[in-house]
């Protein structure tokens, strides 16, 4: 393992809806809280990286933020925006050419979920006009099948909603801070079967800075450097499973989740069973369930006994999404993967209050999956 | 006023029903809808329309609850009026997996494996007053 590139400063932005408050205006406000946290001035950062989709150009902040000259590269890459802003610091760092900068993430989405329209200039969207291009339509065939194919009964769906919103209740920047239990859950309105409203998280609002510096001179900064052992985003294969696919392959291949996490291990060297806390991208709570499996946390079909036995509570044997994962903060698909490794740096440090993984964790993992079939994991190490 | 196809690059709508237009790569055979200048699957740009199979295996399904955004949405949006639809995959042999709505809308009455074929479907009106009719698949008559 390399120690090269350590997390000195993190600031978040509460997510969930702030009526007259810009996505951009959030993201500055991460920043800020992420500069105090490293100790630092804006003025100190050589260069950032900066994700947002539907909240306007991340570079346009330097205005409010200061005009101090530094490299400020705009980033946007479907879900994986937050991680892609991350990974570019990463790897600018890792190559020598700055000493510290920021991976900034941000937006602000309309409510409901997402409108995708896909049409050509000049043609009529028959895709979306159809009644097709739905996120929502996605997951919930992906996870329909899955239950058929490995036996996960809805019981499980509610279960992994009730603990999102659960751990939510013990996070002050979360959206939803209400615990709902699963009967609550099963009954509200059935949106995409098998998948309820409560089931499913909602585009919203939020912001998540990250300050990264070169290893070596991480203790300048802080007392708990966090080390960024992999961080990889992998597009799709041919005969994947994706969002937003008019059409399938009659051939079948793992999806972009399972070799992001593969590489990522791999550039890490380490292997699943060392993880102590994960955040899987839980765009629905079958998508939770499912991204177990593909991140190599247990066999397909495991899920349904180890929800049961609640091993991936706080205080299970491997606790997921303790932050409430995007079922209890939303997603602002600009700042979603940033918020999982701010959490993953709280419980590394041990800074978690009321929802902190006992016994010290050491080795924390994120993954972040969404359109058009893009795959995001990082593992940091304490 | 007639019925017209919901795009005519993707569908044409015959008397026999609504017949969708793939490609095929002429170098690995692989089929890809809609049509696209370049295979996926080896890269290769030789590649041609073909039109798609009418009939296949339901693959994956999941039933559309609430009404779509309008736009793109062109069916009904009207929460008081919206009539839930199924969407699934369906496995042409030989060819791909393709995404339709469905006819079917009670989980109980879906099952992947079942049979199924092509059928019209009126989703809205166009500017001049036709009827615009994008594809559906329903269980095989």
Partial sequence: MSDDVAIVGIGIHPFGRHEGVSGMEQGAIAIRKACEDAKIKWSDLQFAFGGSVAAGSPDHMVSQMGLTGLQFINVVNGCATGGSALISTYNTIKSGAYDIGVAVGFDKHERGAFRVQTGKQGERDWYGGSGMALTTQFFGMKINRYMEEYGITQSSLAKVASKAFRNGSKNENAWRREALGEEEVLQSQMLSYPLTQYMFCSPGEGGVALVLARADQAHKYTDKPIFLKSAVVKSRRYGSFEVLAPSLALDYADGPTVDASKAAFEAAGIGPEDIDVAQLQDTESGAEIMHMAENGFCKHGEQEKMLADGDTEINGRLPVNTDGGCLANGEPVGASGLRQVYENVLQLRGQAGKRQVPNNPKVAYTHVYGAPGISGVTILSA | ?141
Avoid at chain 2, 70 to 79: I, S
Avoid at chain 2, 99 to 109: A, F, G, V, Y
Avoid at chain 2, 124 to 138: I, K, R, S
């Fill in chain 2, 1 to 141: 006023m007639g019925q017209v196809s919901i795009n005519e690059n993707v569908m044409d709508l015959t008397p026999d029903g609504p017949r969708l237009k793939g490609m095929r790569c002429n170098n690995c055979g692989n089929h890809v809808f809609p049509m696209q200048s370049g295979c996926p699957k080896c890269t290769s740009d030789d590649v041609e329309e073909v039109q798609l199979g009418t009939q296949g295996t339901l693959w994956a399904w999941t039933i559309q609850g609430f009404p779509p955004k309008a736009p793109p949405y062109l069916g009904e949006a009207n929460p008081e009026k919206f009539e839930a639809y199924g969407v699934g995959y369906i496995e042409l042999p030989g060819q791909l997996k393709v995404e339709s709505r469905l006819t079917i809308s009670d989980p109980s009455l879906l099952k992947i494996g079942m049979e199924m074929e092509i059928v019209p479907e009126t989703i809205g009106m166009d500017e001049e007053g036709n009827e615009l009719v994008t594809f559906a698949f329903a269980p095989s008559a």
